[in-house]
């Protein structure tokens, strides 16, 4: 069966500071990747998809990067956190595009100091 | 691009009663409506979807309707639980993917 692994589960980083979020996929070859932002009582919001190692789209102009090195590993970066940057954030897979149902992983929780 | 707007934003409910949440959108050309449901400090995890071509799907006390000319889709939970109690999210997809803010969903024993 197919699993997605995400960490940190929490993180705390001072403004100025990089990050690096790592997310893996077991058992699904060539998945679609996902990052979202889920910011305190709000919805979810796409910052990212990849469909396939190297290739990233990215949904809203910010402060972070993703990248794909491997075929089933996804990295969201930030060389330099914003206050702004905190919040709730999720990995997800799907098989094929954005119209087929995703499966999350456990979140990432960034506080930003 | 696409706008999802979700309402209500809390509804809390007796156990036993009904539970409807709406959302509405705004690009014509979406095809795909996924539910989501996120209890607390959790991931969150797909109820149920509808398509386009389908106006209303069912899977035991979960149902989805799809009104495409109105631009709105609601989500039905009958014969509510506690286990029911979560936030819950809405989607929309054509080219990109929106989702609702949210309805946190309280079903009181």
């Known amino acids: 069966s197919q699993t997605i692994h995400q960490w940190p589960a929490t993180l705390v980083q001072p403004v100025g500071s990089p990050l690096s979020l790592e997310c893996t996929v077991e058992?699904?070859?060539?998945?679609?990747l996902y990052w979202y932002r889920q910011a305190a009582g709000r919805g979810l919001q796409l910052l990212f998809y990849?469909?396939?190692?190297?290739?990233i789209s990215s949904e809203v102009p910010q402060n972070l990067s993703a990248s794909r090195p491997q075929d089933r590993q996804f990295i969201l970066s930030s060389k330099k956190l914003l206050l702004s940057d905190s919040g709730f954030y999720l990995c997800?897979?799907?098989?094929?595009?954005?119209?087929?149902?995703?499966?999350f992983g456990d979140g990432t929780r960034l506080s930003i100091l | 691009g696409e706008n999802v707007e979700q309402h209500p934003s809390t509804l809390s409910v007796q156990e036993g009663d009904s539970a409807v949440i709406k959302c509405t959108y705004s690009?014509?050309?979406?095809?795909?409506f996924p539910w989501y449901k996120q209890e607390l400090g959790k991931r969150p995890q797909l109820i149920i979807d509808?398509?386009?071509?389908?106006g209303e799907k069912k899977d035991q006390r979960i149902a989805v309707t799809l009104n495409k000319t109105a631009k709105h889709f609601s989500l039905h939970i009958t014969e509510t639980q506690p286990e029911d109690s979560a936030v819950y999210f809405c989607?929309?997809?054509?080219?990109?993917?929106?989702f609702g803010a949210g309805t946190r969903l309280t079903v009181k024993p």
């Open positions: 509808i398509r386009s071509n389908v």
């Open positions: 058992g699904t070859s060539n998945p679609n």
């Open positions: 997800a897979w799907s098989v094929g595009g954005l119209n087929q149902p995703q499966h």
């Open positions: 990849s469909v396939g190692i190297g290739q």
């Open positions: 989607a929309a997809v054509n080219n990109d993917m929106r």
């Open positions: 690009d014509s050309a979406s095809n795909y």
